[in-house]
């Protein structure tokens, strides 16, 4: 017996010690950028007992105190000068003292998805640019590590990073580019933080409470054959890659994913909203959302890439999310990667530019069905688009027109002076449907003033697998 009381006075007093009187999560570190002339918060772990103070060098006379509850949780917020630094943060607790350099205040977007988001410079891009000079003090780099879990994670493991020959290449190509022209833009930091995870589904990455009372919901997303590349049970993805960072102010979110969800192209648009508007609640920020429309790949089943195409359009419906047609920058349809970034990123970030800081001048819209008429053997489309559009080739692809059979052919088309598209199929004698880039591998050649490529689009809603 005195032996064991002898073992315990040794070890609870060693425990206690062990224990860190302040703790900060790594999102909140060196080199970090915090959302401008905001009010962001602050937030961490310590003894429930001592008091955190808190000393911003933008307003060096303000102290601030937050008692840590009884969780050892505590949380505040400050008011975030306009764009500029280098700043620094003092935090302490009792005898414990943590500081933080390099800080910056200026523009933070999440960049999240699935591989085509993860896809970095030693992947094997065919973007120019000359790693060796992408040094640059305003743009900084936090990428959290895969992971997973059950149950919501206070922190990630990861590090904010200066933007240089080191950092750039292992980090997002289209968060990388969509960063760097809104900094050459704006003239302001730009923080990215890198939340992906290749071969991802949408499902993963949704909150818990998005399927709590909605039975259709969580059919949907249970509802995937389980893969070794990642895990596609609902949330777990979310639990450890997002909600650590739910504290952080952002700016917005820009998206890529949608490939892994082919299996159940049918789903894909009530889990995408859900998504969107689950992590808009849970940040505690309408913020906007710019996503890219999935690539043409000749690889999948049936028509499901046009499907899951169609479904992340239907997004759009949701207030403040913008969707970027990426199918005339493919190189390869065979493959599901493809290789240029920059044209990704530059649209994403002129839909920013935008809607968000006031680029008015900017058209950053591609053009979009707008209706149909049919005159005898022959269908004519309408669009809205940004001047007349212009055809890439000799021929324009990728049309198909079909009969009240719903037996598509493919279709000649030919633009007619008043701007209308006209569609007709030597098969196809009453037509009453027309399909554009309605397959899995289909590109447009079809395109505005701006360069922008004609958005898939079909015009009737039968059934399709």
């Not at 499901?304 to 992340?312: L, M």
């Not at 970034?341 to 008015?360: I, T, W």
Request: hydrophobic fraction near 35%.
């Amino acid at each position: 017996m005195k032996r064991i009381l002898f073992l315990l006075l040794i070890i609870i007093p060693a425990f206690t010690i062990a224990q860190p009187t302040l703790k900060l999560p790594n999102i909140l570190s060196d080199h970090a950028v915090l959302q401008a002339s905001s009010n962001v918060k602050l937030w961490g772990w310590g003894h429930s007992t001592v008091p955190v103070k808190i000393v911003c060098s933008w307003n060096p006379t303000d102290t601030i105190t937050v008692m840590p509850k009884k969780n050892w949780t505590w949380k505040t917020t400050v008011k975030t000068p306009k764009a500029g630094g280098p700043y620094t943060i003092f935090f302490s607790s009792g005898k414990k003292q943590i500081t933080i350099h390099d800080i910056l205040t200026g523009e933070v977007w999440l960049c999240s998805g699935q591989s085509n988001m993860e896809f970095n410079y030693k992947w094997g891009s065919i973007d120019t640019v000359n790693v060796q000079k992408t040094a640059n003090q305003e743009i900084r780099f936090f990428q959290s590590s895969h992971s997973y879990a059950d149950y919501p994670q206070g922190n990630t493991d990861g590090e904010w990073k200066v933007c240089d020959a080191a950092s750039m290449p292992n980090f997002s190509l289209v968060g990388y580019f969509f960063g760097r022209k809104l900094n050459a833009q704006l003239h302001k930091p730009v923080g990215l933080i890198g939340s992906y995870w290749g071969g991802s589904c949408v499902q993963a990455w949704t909150p818990e409470e998005a399927y709590k009372g909605n039975s259709q919901l969580r059919q949907e997303a249970e509802d995937l054959p389980a893969v070794s590349w990642s895990p596609v049970a609902p949330t777990v993805i979310y639990n450890a890659m997002i909600h650590p960072i739910l504290n952080y102010k952002i700016a917005g979110t820009i998206w890529y994913q949608g490939e892994q969800n082919t299996d159940r192209p049918q789903y894909y648009g009530d889990l995408f909203k859900a998504m969107i508007t689950s992590w808009r609640k849970e940040f505690h920020n309408d913020f906007p959302f710019y996503f890219v429309q999935i690539a043409p790949w000749s690889g999948y089943s049936g028509l499901s890439g046009a499907i899951v195409r169609e479904q992340q359009a239907s997004a759009l419906s949701l207030p403040k999310t913008g969707m970027a047609t990426v199918g005339d920058l493919v190189d390869d349809v065979t493959n599901i990667h493809p290789k240029s970034k920059k044209p990704v990123g530059d649209r994403l970030a002129n839909l920013a530019l935008k809607e968000v800081y006031g680029f008015d001048k900017l058209e950053p819209y591609q053009p979009q069905f707008a209706s149909m008429n049919i005159k005898g053997n022959k269908a004519f489309i309408t669009v809205k688009s940004i001047g007349k559009l212009t055809v890439k080739g000799r021929t324009i692809e990728s049309f198909q027109v079909a009969g009240s059979d719903q037996h598509f052919y493919p279709a000649q088309a030919k633009l007619k002076k008043d701007g209308t598209i006209e569609v007709f199929s030597k098969q196809v004698k009453h037509p009453v449907a027309v399909r554009y880039c309605y397959t899995n591998g289909g590109m447009p050649n079809l395109f505005d003033t701006n360069g922008l490529p004609l958005e898939p689009f079909r015009t009737d809603n039968w059934k399709v697998k």
